[in-house]
């Protein structure tokens, strides 16, 4: 096999790839807030003790975490559009796909991180008069963050991962700006070697990082 990589210029990476990679990132890092956000709200609902609100929460976060994550992208990107009579974007539906299926995740990770925390803490907030949104907002979910930040980032790391399976629906992201310069090159094999290898040296870059950022957590506590 004759391996020619010459033709990835500068003028290729910034026509092809770097849009790609933008997108890639820019979702990781919507689908991480909004994943945050809503899968807090989801643990909270199944620490809340009341069943109308554990079960909801349950049910959505299972059953979430029960489907392959390319399957929710197919399905979310051909039924919904059938449903409302007309189509929404493969971006757009890149974004919303990836937030409702990560709060599923993050609402476990947001979950043990709650829970980690000695309920002494819980009862010196009540006893100073707190009411209970107080001392989540105050006290636990503070902390809860802070311990949960490495297994946090470490989703975050795999989200960006996932970010390659819009492929399926035809989004623009980074594997896809490979893709389409092999092809108008003629020279795919090589396009995806050098997506692999520069998906590689992100998320191993990223994940030296949190590897740090957890021991300087550890030794702060």
Known sequence: MNLDFGFYNWDVISSYVLKGLYFSVFLTFVATLGGVFFGTLLALMRLSGKKWLDMPAAIYVNGMRSVPLVMVILGFFLLVPFMIGRPIGAESSAIITF????????????????????RG?????????????????????????????????TQTIILFQDTSLVYAIGAYDLLKGFETAGKNFGRPTESYLLAAVVYFVICFSLSYVVKRIHKKIAIIR
Do not use: D
């Open 99 to 118: 937030i409702a299926f990560e709060a599923a995740y993050f609402s476990e990770i947001m979950r043990a991180g709650i829970q980690s925390i000695p």
């Open 121 to 153: 803490q819980v009862f010196a907030g009540q006893a100073v008069g707190m009411s209970y949104s107080q001392n989540m907002k105050l006290v636990i979910l503070p902390q809860a963050f802070r311990n949960m930040l490495p297994v946090l980032l």
